[in-house]
Every structure is written in C-alpha cells, then in structure tokens.
C-alpha cells in the first residue's frame, strides 16, 4: 500500500442514501467533501426499499403489545417476522434488549424521539430535492393504511387517538371511501386510515443514483473504495486506510448501514446491531391503476406504486446477512396483495433481499466524537429520515456541538468514550 499525504476536510463513508445525502448536504453548505464505498452508491438497502416516506410512523417497533403477538408470529409460516433457526443462539443477546426496549418508559421516549426526526422529514426532503433539481421522485400524495377484515379495522382505529395525540394528521376512510380512492381495491374491505402528509418516492433507487450525480457535479469526489482501518492521529484528524493508498480527514461521517459495525469496531466501539432481512417483489406489469403507497394492516407490508410497476415490499427476517435469500419471503407478498388487489398481475416480477440496519431500540445512531460523526442504525425509516438526518449532521459540525439531539428529546445520544454503551442498550 502506498501512503499518501492527501486531505480532505469531510469524508463520508457509505453510499446509501443516509451517506449520499449527507455528503450533498455538506458540499451544499460549502464543504469540501469525499464519498467512500465499496460499491456504487445506491446499490444497498436504498436499492430495493418500499420507497415510502413514511413521516407518520412515530411509534417504535418494541412495544408493551407486541410482547403478546411474538410468539404465535413467530411459529406462522406466513408471518410478516421469522427467526432462521441458525440464527436463535446468535439472536438471543439483541432480543433480550429488544424486549427490554418493550417497556413502556422506553416505547414513550423512542416514540418521542421518532416524532422528532419525523416532524420535518417531507419539508426536508422537499427542499433537498427542489435544490438538487430532483422533485420528480417526491409524490406527496399521501398513503394509506388497508383493512382487509373487520377485526383489522377494530384494532386499527385504536391507534388513532394516538396519532392525534402526537399531531399525526389522519382521516378514517369507510369502505365506499377506500373503494373511491383505489379503484382496483377488492370490494369485501373495511376501509382504511389515509396520511394526507405522507408520501412515496417513485424510484427510490434514482434518488440516490441522481443525487449522486449531482453531488460529483457540483464539486463532490467519490472513491470506489472498501476501507480497511481508520486511525485517530489527534482530536481533529483521522488517517483512513483503503489497499491503495489512505487519506487524511478533518471531519469522517460513518454512515454505512448495516456494515457500520464493522467500520466503528476499527475505533474500539461496539453497538448491538441487527441484519433484520426485508424482501421485495417488484411487479413491472401490474395491470392495475394505483396512485397511493398502500400498508396492507394484517399482513404488514407495504404496496407502492412506481415508475417500474408497483413495488410490493416489507416482512422482518432475522438472520445472519450472508444466509442465502429465503424468496419464499418475496412470493407470499404477491399471494396476500391478491387478497386486496385481486387483478393484480405479477407478470415480469422481480425479486430482492437487503439488510436493514437495526438497532434493539429502533433508533438510529445520530453522534460524534471528536472528529467523528455517526449516523446509522435506520432500520425502517433510512429513506424517510435521510434529509433531516444530514441537516442534522452538519448542524453538529457546523455549531460545534456535541450532541444536537439530547436525551430529553428521546433520543439518549450522549458523547463520551464509547457513546454506544451508555445507558442505551
């Protein structure tokens, strides 16, 4: 390997859409900015996410009531979790914080907490967009939550006190309603919830690709590049290593998903982080006119409408990252969209896998140390939170704080010698 004496004064690694906005985000307040991954930008989780910008998802995935549903979920086929059974013995640690994470204290200040990140993620994004010229990809249409059966609609319209409660603009839609706006909607449904302040990316793929673009015409570098080490010089630069050469940071933002473990663990840190598996079909001729993101309430996964077709995506699959897809978990999205969307066609469908970043307590990772910035651990919500979460970051570097979330805000980010184990997990 040879050395170099190079310098950049921001460098973020990972090209997903956490990392890609951010690097935009910093070159647009006038920074000098170099991207690093192993492969091209976009080609991870923001390849083959359900493209909903889902600003109304505030309550985090432990619960008091999801407790009671584990088990059964856990021992049906078709169920939108699953546990590989060679994972069990490795999944143990993080379930039992997760079902720490269940109490009710923790959901109250988890829940806070993604109320905060959500409030302006679509005026966030609006304006990211309108700046890099990308507006095409943003539907603000709203979307729409299914019920199929009766019992789903009793135990969908308990949450909506919840939502008013938290400011979440929602409307109940009867049948006849449901029927208007989704003329392809089965006739034996029981309405819906509709999120007039909720959106879906058409492509959310290209999102990444032309921002990108945008970020390398405007000045921003991009080294195709797997980082092999990263060593701390002082309190204000960073040597990072790569098989061919290194590079000097002032300022290093690690943002690489699911492999941020890894790339943290090279600066002695440790974080209990999931490969939680998602699937997706994606239908290229549908054959049915849809205009809205759909979440199917009983089976969990979520309809999206897309310059490609429509997108069938979702389902929780624990299980090492390098295990061989289980498409089984791809097929049965198609069997259970027929149970809403009976003329649905999957002709020219598509399969896919990625792994969600996932942390027990849903949160993302939002933090710095010295020189060091962290922003992973999205899970469900990387897209939607992708733009605030860069206004974020830089507001940290730029107003020289430590922490611009605090832990009165849900959050519990909290700087010290290893951030990740304190109070926390």
């Not at 995935?61 to 013995?89: C, G, H, N, Q, W």
């Not at 109250?108 to 609006?126: E, I, M, P, S, V």
């Not at 390398?216 to 590049?225: P, S």
Request: one cysteine or more; hydrophobic letters at 35%.
């Amino acid at each position: 390997m040879t050395r170099t004496n190079k310098k950049a004064e921001c460098v973020v690694i990972g090209g997903g859409i956490i990392g890609v906005t951010i690097a935009y985000e910093l070159l647009r307040q006038g920074r000098s900015v170099t991207l690093i991954d192993k492969d091209q930008p976009g080609k991870g989780c923001s390849y083959g996410n359900a493209g909903h910008f889902a600003a109304e998802q505030i309550f985090p995935m432990p619960s008091p009531s999801l407790i009671r549903t584990v088990p059964s979920m856990l021992l049906d086929p078709d169920s939108p979790l699953t546990l590989k059974a060679s994972y069990f013995l490795s999944f143990i640690p993080w379930g039992l914080r997760f079902l720490w994470n269940c109490r009710q204290k923790l959901f109250d200040r988890g829940t806070d907490a993604l109320k905060f990140l959500n409030k302006t993620a679509l005026q966030d994004w609006t304006e990211l967009l309108e700046d890099s010229g990308l507006q095409k990809y943003l539907t603000k249409k709203g979307t729409i939550e299914v019920f199929k059966t009766q019992k789903g609609r009793d135990s969908g319209l308990k949450s909506v006190p919840n939502f008013i409660k938290h400011d979440i603009s929602v409307q109940i839609l009867s049948a006849a309603d449901l029927k208007e706006k989704i003329p392809a909607i089965t006739d034996d449904q029981h309405g819906g919830l509709f999120f007039p302040h909720s959106g879906h990316s058409i492509n959310p793929y290209g999102i990444v690709r032309d921002l990108h673009e945008s970020f390398l015409k405007q000045g921003g570098k991009f080294l195709l590049e797997k980082v092999e080490n990263i060593k701390m010089l002082s309190a204000e630069q960073s040597e990072i290593i790569f098989k061919t050469g290194s590079l000097i940071a002032k300022n290093i933002f690690i943002c690489s998903g699911y492999e941020s473990q890894k790339i943290i663990k090279m600066l002695g840190y440790i974080v209990p982080m999931t490969a939680e598996r998602g699937y997706h079909v994606m239908l290229e001729k549908p054959n049915i006119p849809l205009e809205y993101a759909l979440t199917y309430h009983e089976r969990k996964f979520i309809i999206t409408p897309m310059e490609q077709g429509i997108r069938l995506a979702g389902t929780v699959e624990f299980s090492h990252a390098d295990d061989p897809p289980n498409y089984h978990r791809a097929r049965m999205l198609v069997k259970f969209s027929k149970e809403i969307l009976p003329n649905i066609s999957q002709e020219g469908s598509e399969e896919w896998m990625g792994s969600r970043p996932t942390l027990p307590d849903y949160l993302p990772v939002l933090d710095k140390v010295d020189n060091v910035y962290f922003a992973f651990g999205h899970n469900h919500l990387g897209l939607t939170q992708a733009a605030s979460t860069a206004k974020i970051m830089v507001r940290m570097m730029t107003e020289k704080t430590t922490s611009f979330l605090h832990i009165q805000q849900g959050l519990n980010i909290q700087q010290g010698r290893n951030p990740f184990r304190l109070g926390r997990f």
